[in-house]
């Protein structure tokens, strides 16, 4: 059971390719946009239900280093996990 933050381009990829292989379950979608992108149809929702989710990691989608960075802190001071936070954007 996973979140995926970010519902950017590459959240969306990381969307499509989760659900399509089912390699695992998004449990949360999240986005600080979530009003503005939920009113395009997608299952996006707010960033402040991380708080309550039961997840086992929780998959930043994004490649911008200073993004990740902010998205972590708000993430920590949410209370999560570092050690369940996962992000592929540097090689």
Do not use: H
Request: aromatic share 10%.
């Amino acid at each position: 059971d996973v979140i995926l933050y970010g519902a950017g381009d590459v959240g969306r990829d990381y969307y499509i390719q989760i659900t399509e292989s089912g390699y695992c379950n998004i449990v949360l979608w999240a986005d600080r946009n979530y009003k503005k992108l939920s009113m395009e149809g997608l299952p996006v929702e707010s960033c402040d239900k991380i708080a309550t989710a039961d997840y086992q990691f929780i998959i930043i989608a994004t490649v911008e280093k200073d993004i990740y960075a902010s998205i972590v802190r708000n993430l920590t001071n949410m209370g999560a996990d570092i050690e369940k936070i996962i992000w592929c954007g540097e090689n």
